[in-house]
């Protein structure tokens, strides 16, 4: 196996250190957006840079600093809305601008602070709300008869 290779899929101490070299990473561009001018009116703009890294964090699988399709893919399912590879291919060059097949932390937080409404921005804000106010049903559907339908 390749040096390259391994590296991706090492754990206990070695992952350990992989993870506070992409916290550390992360941060740096936290304070990078915190300094920025732009937005310098953001209301909550630190807890809302920390919640960011901590989403991001879960979901950059391959901890490379970059969410790739299969991280798209486990995201979407975590929340609750399975996407296709088409739609999930669609929604990453939405947010990168069509420039790159992996969404990196500075166009995450550009996305989730930007007044664009990309597709993920709206999933990742609104899913959780709409599964908690109306719970799907479960079992099998009701039986209709031919009159009933529309």
Known sequence: MSAALSNRFQGGKAFGLLKARQERRLAEINREFLCDQKYSDEENLPEKLAAFKEKYMEFDLNNEGEIDLMSLKRMMEKLGVPKTHLEMKKMISEVTGGVSDTISYRDFVNMMLGKRSAVLKLVMMFEGKA???SPKPVG????????SLP
């Open 140 to 147: 099998p559907p009701p039986e209709r008869d031919i009159a």
């Open 131 to 133: 599964n908690e106010s």
